[in-house]
């Protein structure tokens, strides 16, 4: 299986930070990476596709960038429903998921 | 708007069996693969076992081969999870998710239902 690696585990911000969450993978996925957050209680959601393709009705100051190996994503003015956890997940083979990132207020 | 509805979810001894369902409104359900992805309490996500849309390509994760059965039956846009010998560690809400491809090869999670709690407890 290919291992997904997210860093960093948790992080602090506040309203307006500009945030990065990285996502690497064990081998080559192309671009066949998407994104998830998830706020306590509720499903994941899907934010981006294919490393970098916005899923409609996501806001545009979330983003996504890479290839091969490593990845970004990138919410550019943290706003306060943005607090949340954040997985990356590989659609190249059988799928796996990254262990997550906590959006935590500071 | 896409809807899926888990059910069956619940309370069961250790070696015991239970079977989820969700039923899927607002797309054409034959023409998608569909999965099943769990969460453990206050964990990650891991993918279960998915079901192609056209064919019967099947496929599970190591952890619940030969013990979970996933089917469908697009007559009803219903699909299924039997789990039998179930172990403490297979506690977790079972999600049932609907998958699209991108650029024909890329495979993701476009939508999720709300899960189905499932305890593995003596």
């Known amino acids: 299986d290919i291992q997904m690696t997210q860093s960093p585990s948790s992080l602090s911000a506040s309203v307006g930070d500009k945030i990065t969450i990285t996502c690497r993978a064990s081998?080559?996925?192309?671009?066949?990476l998407n994104w998830f957050q998830q706020k306590p209680g509720k499903a994941p959601k899907l934010l981006i596709y294919?490393?970098?393709t916005l899923q409609s009705g996501v806001a545009s100051r979330f983003s996504g960038s890479g290839s091969a190996t490593d990845f970004t994503l990138i919410i550019s003015s943290l706003q306060p429903e943005d607090f949340a956890t954040y997985y990356c997940?590989?659609?190249?083979?059988?799928?796996?998921f990254g262990q997550g990132t906590k959006v935590e207020i500071k | 708007e896409v809807q899926l509805l888990e059910s069956g979810g619940g309370l069961v001894q250790p070696g015991g069996s239970l079977r989820l369902s969700c039923t899927a409104s607002?797309?054409?359900?034959?023409?998608?693969?569909m999965n099943w992805v769990r969460q453990a309490p206050g964990k990650g996500l891991e993918w279960v076992s998915s079901?192609?849309?056209?064919?019967?390509?099947?496929v599970y994760a190591d952890s619940v081969k030969g013990r979970f059965t996933i089917s469908r039956d697009n007559s009803k846009s219903t699909l299924y999870l039997q789990m039998n010998s179930l172990r403490a560690n297979d506690t977790a809400r079972y999600y049932c998710?609907?998958?699209?491809?991108?650029?024909?090869?890329?495979?993701?999670?476009?939508?999720w239902g709300q899960g189905a709690l499932v305890t593995v407890s003596s």
């Open positions: 998710v609907k998958a699209d491809y991108y650029d024909g090869s890329g495979y993701y999670f476009d939508y």
């Open positions: 607002g797309f054409t359900f034959s023409t998608f693969a």
């Open positions: 079901f192609s849309g056209s064919g019967n390509h099947i």
């Open positions: 081998q080559s996925i192309s671009r066949h």
């Open positions: 294919g490393a970098s």
């Open positions: 997940q590989q659609g190249y083979t059988t799928p796996t």
